[in-house]
């Protein structure tokens, strides 16, 4: 293969910006394609006409141990630390925290818990142990019993997957976190929890700034685009790519309902689940974000509806995983096909049909990046 000169990305989200950079960084010219009318894939964010720092995508939390991830993100403008904090809405309409904790069960169970030793014994009692682990209902029992698994995982479960507990693989919810001390912050063992200061979209302007990145935006991937490149980088639907060949990988999707709230009552924090049976799974107060908003209640909210991305124009958010991995096995043939077409890699999250946090995205593409340069460089 001659030397590697003009590359194409398709899509603007971490993946193809991560990609484009490190590539241009070391003297390739790029071009970036995305359909969508802006940058930042699902991590896009913009000023509403309230003033207030919107996902439009649903609230993007940045956090990991990644220090090289670290680095290479908050070279792009200033972060700000941030510890999210979840709430859940509870049927009495009073609110507790999630994970669950010992304030969880104090509120829940209205029971005094003076300290974790009292709130892990009383979770051993709650608790209902079984031999036979056969699906995530019984896992969640055995853990925490039945009152907090239908509280807080099946109303949940159901939105979010349109699954019932019985029919969801125990993996899905082995790492669930149990704490019997106050720690309220979502994610406590992640060292670096950080916002950029100025919103994610900044962040990609000043990662895609650079002379020999060229993107064009309102512009889908058309196939036989790539013939025109050394090589293409996809951050696309792989299923897409190859024309539904093996068939559809499916994916959930999420309906986002944006609206002003006046009147709101003092919170601190910035996200509440719901553990109803209605349609909602949770709601996003982006005051309570770091120079999101004005540190109100009062604001913008956006709260989510999960359902299947052909019921919402093919978003694609969550791939699909079920216990029998047929999906899975889909995904492989196409990977299989993909691996034997010398000019394409496919990259980040339909690329790869994984659910991946920001931070693994990022990680990912630093070292496929680079992995990639030391073979065609
Ligand atoms: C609701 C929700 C909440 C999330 N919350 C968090 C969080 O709190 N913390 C966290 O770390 N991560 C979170 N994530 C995950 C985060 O969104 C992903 O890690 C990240 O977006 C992956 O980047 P990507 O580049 O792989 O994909 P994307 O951001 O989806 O970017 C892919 C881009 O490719 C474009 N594209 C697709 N097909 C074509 C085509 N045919 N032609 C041209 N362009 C195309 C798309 O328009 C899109 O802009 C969340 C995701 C969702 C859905």
């Not at 950079?21 to 390739?28: E, I, S, V, W, Y």
């Amino acid at each position: 293969m001659g030397r590697m000169q003009h590359v194409l990305v398709v899509g603007a989200g971490f993946a193809g910006a991560t990609y484009a950079r490190t590539l241009a960084d070391r003297g390739l010219q790029v071009t970036v394609v995305d359909k969508r009318d802006h940058l930042g894939g699902n991590a896009y964010d913009h000023v509403d006409g309230n003033g207030t720092r919107v996902h439009r995508y649903g609230p993007h939390l940045f956090h990991t141990n990644n220090e090289e991830v670290v680095d290479w993100v908050t070279q792009w403008g200033e972060w700000v630390g941030y510890d999210h904090r979840v709430r859940a809405l509870l049927p009495s309409g009073k609110t507790a925290p999630l994970p669950i904790n010992r304030r969880t069960l104090e509120t829940v169970f209205d029971v005094t818990l003076p300290d974790a030793a009292a709130a892990e014994q009383f979770l051993a009692r709650v608790a209902e142990p079984t031999e036979r682990i056969a699906n995530a209902a019984d896992y969640l029992r055995s853990r925490i019993g039945s009152q907090l698994t239908n509280l807080f995982f099946r109303p949940y479960t159901k939105k979010m997957w349109d699954l019932d507990l019985e029919d969801l693989d125990p993996s899905v919810v082995k790492r669930l976190p149990l704490r019997f001390d106050d720690e309220d912050r979502y994610f406590p063992g992640d060292r670096f929890q950080i916002m950029p200061r100025y919103g994610y979209t900044s962040i990609f302007e000043r990662i895609f700034d650079h002379p020999d990145i060229r993107v064009q935006l309102d512009q889908p991937f058309v196939r036989g685009m790539e013939g025109d490149y050394d090589f293409a980088f996809l951050s696309m639907p792989i299923d897409e790519y190859y024309d539904n060949r093996f068939g559809p990988l499916p994916y959930r999707s999420i309906r986002f309902d944006h609206r002003v709230k006046e009147n709101q009552p003092d919170m601190s924090w910035a996200v509440t689940n719901y553990t109803d049976d209605g349609p909602w799974t949770r709601e996003t107060c982006w005051g309570m974000i770091p120079f999101h908003g004005n540190g109100r209640a009062s604001g913008t909210h956006t709260r989510e509806q999960p359902c299947d991305y052909t019921e919402n124009n093919l978003e694609r958010y969550y791939p699909v995983r079920t216990s029998d991995g047929r999906f899975q096995k889909i995904y492989d043939e196409y990977l299989r096909l993909s691996s034997a077409d010398p000019g394409v890699n496919f990259i980040g999250r339909c690329g790869t049909y994984q659910y991946l946090d920001m931070h693994q995205v990022i990680n990912q593409s630093l070292q496929g990046a680079k992995k990639w340069l030391q073979h065609h460089l």
